[in-house]
């Protein structure tokens, strides 16, 4: 029998403006962006191996017949997070912050030694800002 291989190729998340967002991440991360849609629905950045995307909610909706629920801003973010890491937590969280993010938790040092804050993007989907662990680099 032949094993079937599966890898891990994207996270896409639904937001009500793709090409906002696409510009919040270029600027707060400096992530390049990969693609959007003539119709602008649709796009990715690159962020490494892994490709971040968004699709608007209408493509969510028509993705989901009985709907999806929606990151919003004012309400507790979902039980998820987005981690990126990074050799200085405090610059990068310094400027997401200045284009529009929320920080969640100040920076801290984890017992372990790996530093690591929490914001919300704009879209109000929650983003660890880390280094990476310890011996895992």
């Known amino acids: 029998m032949k094993t079937m291989e599966v890898q ?3 996270t896409i998340l639904y937001v009500t403006d793709v090409p906002a967002t696409l510009e919040f991440y270029e600027k707060a991360l400096g992530f ?8 602008q629905d649709y796009g990715e950045v690159k ?7 968004f699709a608007n909610l209408a493509l969510g909706n ?9 990151s919003e801003t004012d309400q507790k973010p979902f039980g998820i997070e987005l981690a990126f890491t990074t050799s200085d937590v405090a610059s990068v969280m310094e400027k ?7 920080v969640l938790s100040e920076k801290v040092t ?13 879209n109000g989907f929650i983003l660890e800002i ?8």
């Not at 390049?32 to 119709?39: C, D, G, I, K, V």
């Not at 997401?96 to 929320?102: F, I, N, Q, R, T």
């Not at 984890?110 to 704009?122: F, M, N, S």
């Not at 880390?130 to 680099?137: F, L, N, R, V, W």
């Open 8 to 10: 891990y190729a994207y």
């Open 32 to 39: 390049e962006r990969r693609f959007l849609t003539p119709e």
């Open 47 to 53: 962020s490494g191996p892994t490709v971040l995307a």
């Open 62 to 70: 028509a993705n989901f017949k009985n709907g999806f629920l929606k």
């Open 96 to 102: 997401a912050l200045s284009h529009g993010s929320v």
């Open 110 to 122: 984890k017992p372990w030694g790996q530093e690591v804050g929490y914001l919300r993007d704009i």
């Open 130 to 137: 880390c280094t990476p662990i310890p011996g895992q680099e």
